[in-house]
């Protein structure tokens, strides 16, 4: 069964750096796209980035020109990196993977979450 797992949360200052990473196990035959969300206390989940197969990326407009979203496809592997971090940022991150398995349906699969706190 296919799987998605998160690492690379944590307790960092405002205006540092961290690289998330969320890899896909299990029988796969592709990952049309990637994603990105995020979930801060009180708020409704919100899209933060997607990656296609074909490299192309869509960010929302908080967080452009700070993160960047990448995938390593012999890993099954999506990462963001999030650089100049903002208390505001703080949320749980989930990655969301649009996926075929093999032999069978497309459907989203998502990730555990992993929580990035920023202090001011």
């Known amino acids: 069964q296919v799987q998605l797992v998160e690492s690379g949360g944590g307790l960092v200052q405002a205006g540092e750096s961290l690289r998330l990473s969320c890899a896909a196990s299990?029988?796969?035959?592709?990952?049309?796209?990637m994603a990105w969300y995020r979930q801060a206390p009180g708020k409704q989940r919100e899209w933060v980035a997607t990656?296609?197969?074909?490299?192309?990326?869509n960010y929302a407009d908080s967080v452009k020109g700070r993160f960047t979203i990448s995938r390593d496809n012999a890993k099954n592997t999506v990462y963001l990196q999030m650089n100049s971090l903002k208390p505001e940022d703080t949320a749980v991150y989930y990655c969301?993977?649009?996926?075929?398995?093999?032999?069978?349906?497309?459907?989203?699969?998502w990730g555990q979450g992993t929580q990035v706190t920023v202090s001011s």
């Open positions: 969301k993977f649009d996926l075929v398995v093999t032999g069978g349906p497309r459907r989203d699969y």
């Open positions: 299990g029988s796969i035959f592709e990952i049309p796209a």
């Open positions: 990656i296609f197969s074909g490299g192309s990326t």
